[in-house]
C-alpha cells in the first residue's frame, strides 16, 4: 500500500521549474529519495508537507490531500530538516517536549515522551543541556527526536548524515533503520549519499530534473538483466577471459583480478563454463556469484 | 575439596526486559489545535523569566507607580492651595492614572525590546520556522503566539501595578469620591494598558520577522521610536516655535505620542501645567493612523512568516 501518491506535480520557483510533471507512490516502509544536487528532492518533501503551494496536479499523503490537508497531514508527519533548527534558548528536554506540545500533545506526555526519545537517539546523557552548546552529530541527534516526538506515521529525513564523522554516521543510519524496523513509522529518506540509502532503505526513489527517473525495491532494482556473474581469479588472467569470450561470454567490466562476466540468456550452467574455460587455460578461480547491482550502477545508470 | 564459586556472568543491559532499547511510537492523545498559539505563548513567556534585563525593568515600573502611589498619600493630605492637582479633586485620580502610564511608557519601550525584538528574528536566526510549521500549526497559529508573548507582558506591566495603585485608591480614598468622580476608572485603566502592549506588539512582530537577529530588530524598533520623536519634535519646533498648545497634535503624532494622545483620549483628561494647558487630542487622526500601524506591523509580519524560503525568479 502507498503511504503517498503523487500525480504530474508540477512546481514553479518563479520561472524556474524545479518539479515537473512528477508521479510517483511512495511505498510503506523505509524509502530512498535519491538524486544529484538540484534533482527537486527537497522541493518534493516540502510539497508533501504543504509548503509549497504546486502549479499543478495532486498529491495525497495518508490518503489527505496536500492542497487541503496540510495540517492534518502534518499531524502524522514528523520533519527532519537539513539545516541545523532549534528554539533559540532552550534545553534539549524543553526543546523536544515543546515541539510535542505543538503537536498536540499534553504536556506531561510530551515531556516523559521527550525524555523516551532524547534517551532513544543518545542524548540521554545531555538532555539538560541548551541546545546552542550541541556539537554537530547531538543537533542532527535532536532534529531526529523533535520530529519523533508525537509519534509520527511518517517522517522525512533530509540528509541524516550531513557533517557526521564516520561513527556519527553508522549510529545514526543504525537510528534510521531501527525506527523503520519496529513497523509502526514508515520513513522517506532524503540524500545523495548512495551508502546511506543502501543500508537502510527498501525502496528507492531515483530523482532527476524533476522526474522520477527509477523507482522500485532495492531488491528489484539490484537485480541484473540475463545472466550475469562475478568471478575472482588468483590473478588477472587474460588467456581465460578470451576463452569466455570465445563462447559468446561478454566481460562487462573487470577490476584487477575480479571480473564480471555476461552470459547468453539461455544459459544454462554458468558455473560449468567458468571451471572448464578456467581448466583449459591453467587460470586459477578463486570464487565466483551471481553478479548484482549496486546502488551506484543503478544511480548512474538512471541520471545517464 | 573444592570452594571456587565462579563468578555469575554479568548480564548485558541490552538483555534486560527492562531495558527495551527498540523504537515506540507515541499513540497518546492529541489535542485539537484550537489553543495552540497558547503554547507558543506561554512557552515564551516561561523563558522570559530568566532574563534578568526584563525584571529589573520591571522593578522600575513597579517603583513607578509606588512613588505616584506615595505622591497620592501626601497631596491628600495637602492644603488645596499646595497640591499639584490644584484642588481639582474631580480628576485627581483619573490625572494620576494618566500620568503614572505617561511616565512609563519609555520603560514599556524597553520591555518591549527586550520581549519582541527577538520573537520571531531569534527563529528566523535559528531556522526555527522550520520546526514549528513543520508541525500541526498554521503561520496565523505563529504570528498570533509571537504576538500574545508580548502583549500578554506589556499588558500585565501596565495592568498589574495599575490595579495595585486602584485598590490602595479604592481602599483609601472611598469616602473622599474616588469612585463617585470617575466609576469608569477601571475600565479604562484597562483600556488604557492594552495601548502600549498592542502597538508595540504590532510593529515589533513586523520588525522581527524581518531581521535576521535580534539586535537588528531592537536598532530598527529604537530607529523608529526615537526618529518619529525626532522628526515629530523638529516640525514642532519649527512650525509651532514651541507653542505646547497648538502644537500638541504633531507631538501625538510619533510612537509614544501616539500612546500617549491614545490614553489621554481614553481617561478624557486635560492637562494643565505652568506652560500650557494640553486639550484632549482628537482621535480623528491618531486612532486610525495607530490602527494603519498596527495593521501593517501584522501584515509585515505574515508576508515574510514562511517555513521555506520563498525563491522568486
Known sequence: ?????????????????????????????????????????????????????????SGQVFGLNTRTDGLKIRQKIGMMPEMDCHIPG?????????AGELAGMPASDALQRAHEVLEYCGLGEARYRNVETYSTGMKQRIKLAQALVHGPKLIFLDEPTNGLDPAGRDE???????????????????????????????????MRSGKVVRQGSMQDLRQTSGVQVEVEMYIETPPFVQELERQGVTMLNQTANLYRFGFPDDTQNAG?????????????VRGFKPATRSLEDIFLEAIE | MNNYNPPKPVQKQQDSPIADLS????????????????????????????????????????????LNGVQLYFTSNMPAGMNPFGGD??????????????????????????????AISADNKANALLVYLSKPLTKADYLLGKWMVIFFTLFLETFVPSLVLYLYCLTSYLDKGFLKNDPMLFFKMIAAACVPAVMHASLLVGASAWSKAPRIASVFYASLYFGSLVVTGMVFGIVYRGDLER???????????????????????????????????????????????????????????????????
Open chain 1, 90 to 98: 532552550m534545553n534539549a528536554v524543553s526543546f523536544v517536549s515543546y
Open chain 1, 272 to 284: 560449468k563454463i567458468i571451471f572448464e574455460s578456467a581448466k583449459r587455460v591453467g587460470g586459477q
Open chain 2, 247 to 313: 502644537g500638541q497634535e504633531v507631538l501625538k503624532l510619533s510612537l509614544s505620542g501616539m500612546m500617549d494622545g491614545i490614553q489621554q483620549i481614553i481617561y478624557h483628561v486635560t492637562i494643565k501645567n505652568p506652560m500650557a494647558t494640553l486639550a484632549i487630542p482628537s482621535p480623528s487622526l491618531i486612532v486610525p493612523l495607530a490602527i494603519g500601524l498596527c495593521v501593517a506591523g501584522i501584515a509585515a509580519a505574515r508576508a515574510k512568516i514562511n517555513a521555506v524560503e520563498v525563491v522568486k525568479g
Open chain 1, 1 to 57: 500500500m502507498a503511504i503517498a501518491v503523487i500525480s504530474n506535480l508540477v512546481v514553479h520557483y518563479g520561472t524556474k521549474t524545479a518539479v515537473n510533471d512528477l508521479s510517483v507512490e511512495v511505498p510503506e516502509g523505509c524509502t530512498g529519495l535519491l538524486g544529484p544536487n538540484g534533482a527537486g528532492k527537497t522541493t518534493l518533501l516540502k510539497t508533501l508537507l504543504g509548503f509549497l503551494v504546486p502549479t499543478s496536479g
Open chain 1, 172 to 206: 545514526m543510519l543504525a537510528l534510521v533503520r531501527n525506527i523503520s524496523a519496529s513497523r509502526e513509522v514508515n520513513v522517506l529518506v532524503s540524500s545523495h549519499l548512495l551508502p546511506d540509502i543502501e543500508r537502510t532503505c527498501d525502496n528507492v526513489i531515483v
Open chain 2, 89 to 118: 479633586e474631580k480628576t485627581k485620580y483619573t490625572l494620576t492614572f494618566f500620568q503614572v502610564n505617561s511616565g512609563t511608557n519609555l520603560l514599556l519601550f524597553i520591555i518591549a525590546l527586550t520581549v519582541g525584538s527577538g
Open chain 2, 23 to 66: 523504537y515506540r511510537n507515541y499513540n497518546g492523545e492529541l489535542k485539537t489545535r484550537g489553543l495552540r498559539w497558547w503554547v507558543i505563548s506561554w512557552t515564551m513567556m516561561k523563558l522570559l523569566k530568566k532574563n534578568v534585563g526584563f525584571w529589573i525593568t520591571s522593578a522600575l515600573v513597579f517603583l513607578i507607580y509606588f
